[in-house]
């Protein structure tokens, strides 16, 4: 058996931006969500804070790895090549498959209960680009990225939220 290297982070780094890219996803669409969560609770947020934020959660491997996986599974259900009856339950988003879920949830946990009940509110109301990905029909499969999208908006909004809290103490800056 051949020994397999492993992958250096910046070429993970690198694959999961081009992924997210790739599927449609701009890091200010899911930087938008951040702010709009945020706001209310921090009235001197940027945009360009949250930008921040989000390409800081993008450097997570938990959350990398989270990604390169359901996008992929996304692009497979759009070729047909997954196997029956995981085809069809991917294909039409099945209510009760709560896989694509569990991998969102799983990278969430890293950034505490804020962005878990935040993820959840973001996985039920669909703001912005996940509504985006979610009502798209006929224009590939996003089963998984839409859920995934909620899971980097929500750690980008709990890690501007404890950042918060750590400036307003006289700490680190947001």
Not at 10 to 27: C, F, M, S
Not at 40 to 52: E, F, I, M
């Amino acid at each position: 058996m051949t020994k397999v290297e492993p992958v250096h982070s910046k070429e993970v780094t690198k694959a999961t931006r081009e992924a997210l890219k790739k599927r449609g996803v701009q890091i200010e669409d899911i930087a938008k969500i951040v702010y709009e969560m945020q706001i209310p609770y921090n009235h001197s947020l940027t945009l360009q804070d949250c930008v921040n934020s989000v390409e800081r959660v993008l450097e997570k491997r938990e959350m990398q790895h989270a990604i390169l996986v359901g996008i992929e599974l996304d692009i497979l259900a759009e070729k047909g090549e997954l196997s029956a009856p995981l085809q069809q339950i991917v294909e039409s988003d099945e209510g009760l498959f709560g896989v694509d879920e569990t991998i969102a949830l799983g990278a969430v946990f890293t950034y505490g209960s804020i962005a878990v009940t935040t993820f959840g509110h973001l996985d039920k109301n669909k703001i912005g680009i996940i509504n985006e990905l979610d009502t798209k029909k006929g224009n590939g499969i996003h089963t998984f990225l839409d859920d995934l999208v909620a899971s980097i908006a929500a750690c980008a909004a709990s890690r501007i939220a404890h950042r918060t809290r750590d400036f307003e103490e006289g700490g680190v800056e947001v």
